[in-house]
């Protein structure tokens, strides 16, 4: 905790982050700005590393008090929930057959946030969320921890036990996919026939349990292992109607070495997944998919501004057996891969841009990528390549607005009639305006 305040007033002297305004739940806590934790949410400065390293715990004086014998019970004095409203308008290049373009969603997404620490060494990020498309609140992403600090060797070791509901959720970088760029972005536009398992396929789907440390503030390590619970669905679980039921358990990893060199902050390491799953079932013949991955951060301040760059590949290798036998793909082993890497620059306290350059390239199948109007793939790939720009500019720091273009050069498998029925790969080119309201 000691080692925890020093990063606190050091982060609060320099003062060079930019004022991305994340949960206020955590403000309220700590009694410390919300840009001291993060860029542009979620992106984490390194207090903002840390203040998650160490469970969320964080507590000033003035955000809590104690009952009975001081250490039996402690609670904030403000109930420490957040609200996050989610407005947008969304028009594609060319509009999908038989729709308006121009969708507007008031709201996008609402969000409800129990973020607090919760005891000594116990913290929490809890998130509910009401989606536009579904018309109904979800559980979204949520971790719990437990997180404390010893010396070895007269080094800091930093270490805890954590739960959450989204492989790579509890990851410190923002080069993982949980919390990856874009941090907000359109909901209802074509996407990409695949996806790495790794990169969402789970997400808020399973639960998961395991064990992080960072040594010397240099060295960081996490295992953790997940199961199917399939949110919505019945209990127990029968595996009927979801493409994903976790056989035994699947683990995750994710290693990484951070360091700083003069002003630049750099981050390397790996991360990825293993998951054997029964499609549609619980028991019979499985799936296997293993996802290793790398990843880079760079941060670097130019006085009042700074620069941030990200970057991940992630390589998939699947055997589909039990999907070949249910006659779901043409052949059982498959590949994928996929890279983004994005840069952001950061002027004074308001305004920021990013540009992203992201790619996949996968096995041809045509049973598992089948000609569809808008959605298929008409020479049965899913390779898909393309960019965005976004910029976003805070008038207060409660209040975002943003402009996104996402321009596609690819599109599951080709420039022009990508999907058999004439559509071209920039007829899905998106333009993306929203109105991010924290509270």
């Not at 960019?387 to 420039?415: C, E, R």
């Not at 990508?418 to 080119?429: E, F, I, K, T």
Request: proline share 5%; glycine share 10%.
């Amino acid at each position: 905790m000691k080692q925890l305040v020093k990063i606190a007033v050091i982060a609060l002297l320099i003062r060079w982050t930019m004022p991305a305004w994340a949960v206020p739940s955590f403000a309220r806590q700590t009694g410390l700005s919300c840009n001291v934790c993060h860029y542009d949410p979620p992106e984490l400065t390194a207090f903002g590393r840390a203040f998650k390293l160490n469970g969320y715990t964080l507590v000033s004086n003035k955000a809590k008090h104690t009952i009975g014998d001081g250490k039996s019970l402690q609670l904030l004095n403000n109930l420490p929930i957040s609200v996050m409203l989610l407005v947008s308008d969304t028009a594609l290049q060319t509009k999908q057959p038989d729709t308006q373009n121009g969708t507007v969603e008031f709201p996008q997404q609402l969000s409800l946030f129990l973020a607090s620490s919760l005891a000594p060494h116990f913290g929490t990020f809890v998130q509910a969320t009401y989606d536009h498309q579904s018309d109904h609140f979800t559980m979204d992403n949520t971790d719990i921890r437990y997180a404390n600090s010893k010396q070895v060797n007269g080094k800091t070791l930093a270490y805890g036990i954590d739960f959450n509901n989204n492989p790579t959720v509890e990851d410190l970088w923002n080069s993982t996919p949980a919390w990856g760029f874009p941090y907000i972005s359109a909901d209802q536009t074509p996407g990409s026939l695949a996806a790495p398992v790794i990169d969402g396929a789970l997400a808020q789907d399973v639960a998961g349990i395991g064990a992080y440390a960072m040594y010397n503030d240099h060295l960081y390590g996490d295992v953790t292992l997940y199961r199917s619970e399939h949110a919505g669905g019945g209990a127990p679980n029968a595996g009927s109607g979801f493409s994903y039921n976790i056989s035994g358990v699947a683990p995750y990893w994710r290693f990484a070495w951070q360091q700083y060199m003069g002003k630049n902050y750099v981050e390397v390491g790996t991360y990825g997944m293993y998951m054997s799953s029964y499609p549609g079932a619980v028991s019979g013949p499985t799936d296997t998919y293993t996802d290793p991955a790398f990843d880079f951060t760079v941060q670097r301040p130019f006085g009042a501004n700074a620069l941030t760059v990200h970057g991940t590949y992630i390589h998939e290798s699947s055997d589909m057996e039990a999907t070949y036998q249910q006659g779901g793909v043409a052949m059982p082993s498959h590949t994928l891969d996929e890279g983004r890497i994005n840069a952001t620059y950061y002027w004074g306290n308001k305004y920021n841009l990013t540009g992203q350059y992201f790619t996949l390239v996968g096995s041809n199948d045509p049973v598992l990528y089948a000609p569809a109007a808008v959605t298929g793939s008409n020479n049965a790939s899913p390779d898909t390549t393309g960019y965005i720009i976004q910029g976003s500019y805070w008038p207060v720091q409660n209040i975002d607005f943003t402009l996104a273009y996402t321009g596609f050069t690819k599109f599951n498998g080709a420039g022009t009639n990508y999907d058999g029925s004439g559509r071209n790969a920039a007829d899905n080119n998106t333009v993306y305006a929203a109105v991010w309201f924290n509270y």
